[in-house]
């Protein structure tokens, strides 16, 4: 994706109230260490996170070719964020379907999806820019479908952009001192207390259907830090949706079967070592001899001692093979750019049944623009087999 799909109109002239809105909806999505640097390009002025940063927009006076131009920037910003920032991504593979239902679904994206859609497109409740992002009314799309807001063709991509709202928890310490008396009393045996708090955040889902590399990407939001409501799981909900809708139009489900498992790229990353830095990394290594080989468990012996054992003393070279079931990779970027990190996380359980070790979920993070995402999902994609076109 070169380009942005479905571009804001550009304002003649913004106001202080169109860019606090722009930056109450990056709040609720972009890492502050991310989001910073991308603020302060803009003339805005930055404080020490996203609460105080807020509240001085909402009170500063700046002139209007600033706001204009902050505007323009946080816009373009916000929107990219939304289809590439901060995503579990899976693949369908066309392929994987017989010839003639791949057509179906390759010819609807290319020449018709666009007209069929376009009535449900001016239904939509909100454009991307202008979703919701306090709880009050973020309430009311809880329970709902995701509702679709957008859908472009470009580069022989069709993007349908699926809004929703999810709820996240997260655990904060609480400061007891600032407890009443009888709160304090109660608790006084504790070093530390934890609350939950959860939050309802507006989420964009992006599915692309590739009709070049015969590919369905289905690119579902996450926050970072927080755990996701269980109940309702995204993926389902925005793959529901995606079928009912080609159903309507071509009689069928465009995704079922397919879904790739990513697993056969996590040795070839882990063996090329111009593919970023290796940050995280969950493995088995393998030994006749050797505490490597002990199934996941803990290894008992009686008659050696295992400061000496030699891959507790030696390492990789000492083993016969290390197996990575999750990696982590992290590319450094140049400011004002972070780092992007993709990891790919497979369990150990299926390494040691004999199951099969899929992996059908990759985890993208920094990614900003197109280019950022596109790297990140080739890194993937070039590294894993596929039946030929």
């Not at 709160?183 to 889902?205: N, S």
């Amino acid at each position: 994706m070169s380009a942005l799909p479905s571009k804001p109109d550009v304002e003649a002239v913004a106001t202080r109230e169109q860019v606090v809105a722009i930056l109450e909806l990056l709040e609720t999505r972009m890492l502050w260490s991310t989001a910073r640097p991308i603020i302060s390009a803009t003339g805005i002025h930055v404080s020490r996170g996203w609460r105080e940063t807020l509240a001085h927009a909402r009170e500063d006076s700046y002139s209007d070719a600033i706001w204009t131009s902050a505007y323009k920037a946080l816009s373009t910003a916000a929107r990219w964020h939304t289809y590439v920032g901060n995503k579990h991504v899976s693949f369908f593979d066309l392929r994987e379907q017989n010839e003639d239902a791949k057509g179906e679904v390759l010819e609807w994206a290319l020449k018709r999806a666009i007209d069929d859609l376009r009535p449900m497109v001016r239904r939509r409740p909100f454009d991307i820019l202008d979703a919701p992002t306090r709880k009050a009314d973020l309430e009311q799309y809880k329970t709902s479908a995701p509702k679709l807001l957008a859908a472009e063709l470009q580069g022989g991509k069709l993007y349908l952009q699926f809004f929703s709202t999810r709820a996240y928890s997260m655990r904060e310490p609480l400061d007891i001192t600032k407890m009443s008396a009888a709160q304090i009393k109660l608790f006084e045996e504790y070093e530390e207390v934890i609350g939950v708090k959860t939050r309802l955040v507006p989420c964009f889902d992006t599915v692309v259907v590739d009709t070049t590399n015969d590919l369905v990407e289905f690119r579902i939001d996450f926050q970072p830090g927080m755990t996701e409501d269980k109940n309702s799981p995204a993926f389902a909900r925005v793959m529901n949706e995606f079928n009912r809708a080609t159903t309507k139009f071509i009689g069928q489900g465009a995704v079922g079967v397919g879904l790739m498992n990513l697993h056969p790229a996590i040795n070839p990353m882990y063996l090329d070592a111009a593919c970023g830095r290796v940050t995280a990394l969950g493995f088995v290594a393998t030994s006749k001899a050797s505490s490597s080989n002990n199934h996941g468990q803990i290894h008992r012996t009686r008659t050696q001692d295992f400061r000496k054992d030699s891959f507790h003393v030696g390492g990789k070279q000492h083993v016969d093979k290390v197996d990575p079931y999750t990696i982590g990779i992290t590319w450094p970027a140049k400011p004002p750019k972070g780092d992007l990190y993709l990891e790919l996380k497979g369990s150990v359980r299926a390494i040691y049944s004999g199951k099969l070790r899929a992996v059908t979920t990759a985890e993208f993070l920094g990614c900003l623009d197109g280019a950022d995402y596109d790297f990140i999902a080739d890194q993937v994609l070039r590294r894993l087999p596929r039946r030929k076109k």
